[in-house]
């Protein structure tokens, strides 16, 4: 199993943890979403059992059709415990890790093994407060030859009873040439694509690239891109936004990855592969453009509500028409 070039630092430190015999009863692997720690703990447990091929034929991601608590791996001693498990008495499928999901995680690695024992729980941060607090005892009074994984995106949403037991390592967002390469790699039919670009508006997510560059995603979303930063160019062309209509939480997203660019590259003193967007930013107050993100993510959280989803991108594409002159910040949205 190769490792991913963003991902050389992250396993660099475990793999010295297993040549200095240092590897702790319990990790945690952070990182953004689909940034790849389950991809690091298939290589760090193909290390551990010196078996990179076992692994490959775990479908533990896959959701299933029959009731689960956990799961087992094609490796004997090793299993898996994750969220959207259908549950065994109501058979409707949970968002979270549950409570009796955890204890059958636990009691299963709480029986004797002569082999590395190795348990994954993915994601963690989707256990609710009761599988949280289950999974207290065995991280404070692990087995001998136990293995915890837990992998999160987020571990500032796991109890702080649970990080401080076990160590970190954190796979870091990625714009390096090695990461571009594996990028462009990837991407079918050889199409040409600004990765550096991309790896930008993606926040440093290769897969999420990939994602975006599947179907007609990314063509639909440069169009869009197109058109937002038009409208800023061109303040009268925001009477022509037909093509937002039924799509406006996505456009809301997209104005979004804009603005967050363009205070990147305004901190920085620096210009980017937009042309349009350097000269927005050139002409437009930073604290205006934090204001305008800030707006941007309360309609997007509004959006999950019963809020009208095109008044609310309309009032935000006015502000966003005037961004680069405005004299002072408008209040667009009530309530945040």
Not at 4 to 27: G, R, S, T, V, Y
Not at 291 to 304: G, M, Q, R, Y
Request: aromatic share 6%.
């Amino acid at each position: 199993m190769k490792i991913l070039p963003w991902h050389q630092n992250a396993f660099a430190k475990l793999k010295q943890m297993i040549e200095q015999n240092h590897l702790p009863h319990a990790l945690l692997i952070t990182g953004a979403q689909q940034i790849g720690k389950f991809e690091l703990m298939q290589q760090l447990v193909g290390t551990l059992i010196g078996d990179d091929e076992i692994l490959k034929k775990d479908n533990v991601r896959q959701d299933l059709e029959t009731p689960a608590l956990i799961r087992r791996s094609n490796y004997p001693n090793m299993i898996y415990c994750r969220a959207g498990e259908m549950n065994l008495t109501t058979k409707n499928r949970s968002k979270d890790i549950r409570v009796d999901q955890v204890r059958a995680f636990c009691e299963t690695l709480g029986k004797t093994a002569d082999k590395l024992q190795i348990g994954v729980i993915f994601y963690a941060d989707q256990m609710n407060i009761n599988a949280a607090n289950s999974l207290l005892k065995t991280l404070e009074e692990p087995r001998e030859n136990t293995l915890i994984i837990l992998l999160a995106h987020n571990a500032k949403s796991l109890p702080v009873t649970i990080t401080s037991r076990c160590q970190s390592v954190h796979i870091s967002p990625a714009y390096d040439q090695a990461t571009q390469t594996w990028v462009e790699s990837h991407i079918e039919n050889n199409q040409d694509f600004d990765i550096p670009h991309l790896l930008e508006t993606m926040h440093g997510v290769p897969f999420k690239v990939l994602d975006e560059l599947s179907g007609d995603r990314f063509i639909n979303y440069q169009k869009w891109q197109n058109q937002l930063l038009n409208i800023a160019i061109h303040p009268t062309n925001i009477n022509q936004t037909q093509d937002f209509e039924g799509v406006e939480i996505e456009v809301l997203d997209c104005l979004q990855h804009l603005i967050i660019e363009g205070i990147r590259l305004k901190s920085l003193k620096q210009e980017g592969g937009l042309v349009e967007l350097n000269q927005i930013i050139t002409n437009a107050k930073i604290n205006f453009l934090f204001k305008l993100l800030t707006d941007v993510s309360h309609a997007i959280n509004l959006s999950k509500t019963n809020a009208n989803i095109k008044l609310l991108l309309d009032n935000v594409l006015i502000v966003w028409s005037h961004i680069t002159h405005l004299k002072t910040y408008p209040q667009i949205l009530e309530n945040k």
